[in-house]
């Protein structure tokens, strides 16, 4: 089915702003939003809870994820050299950094919700990620 709709400019420039941060383009995302407002329930979000989950769901880039497995398993397989520990640990130190902000987030989310936070996680379907 195809549907014309007439937008506000100001929400059209928000409709593109927000596609582009998710990657698609304006007609996927509005179709996502429709979906998850329709046919999931989601309720609509203020901005603070858009910015909340926009933080949570940000993260580190494949290459980064490569090399911080290559180093754990160079780690695991004890042939790390002290340069290698180092950035290992600098990286960790930044995964830790970001975990605690994730879940201080998801914290904030779950309470405006009223939901435990164990919930909201398995509603987000939040797992961790294999370094495999």
């Known amino acids: 089915m195809t549907l014309k709709l007439d937008l506000p400019s100001e929400l059209e420039h928000k409709l593109h702003r927000e596609a582009q941060i998710a990657g698609v383009d304006e007609s996927e995302f509005a179709r996502r939003v429709i979906e998850d407002r329709l046919i999931h329930g ?9 910015l909340l989950l926009r933080e949570i769901d940000r993260g580190f880039s494949d290459p980064w994820w490569d090399r911080y497995g290559e180093l754990v398993g160079k780690r695991e397989d004890e042939s790390l050299s002290e340069f290698e520990r180092q950035e290992l640990k600098v990286l ?8 605690v902000r994730r879940i201080s987030c998801l914290a904030g989310v779950a309470k405006r919700h009223g939901v435990a936070l164990e919930e909201l996680i398995k509603q987000l379907d939040l797992k961790p990620r294999s370094l495999d």
Do not use: I, P, R, V
Not at 42 to 50: I, P, Q
Not at 92 to 99: C, G, P
């Open 42 to 50: 989601s309720a609509m979000l203020s901005e603070d809870e858009e």
């Open 92 to 99: 960790t130190d930044a995964l830790e950094e970001y975990n």
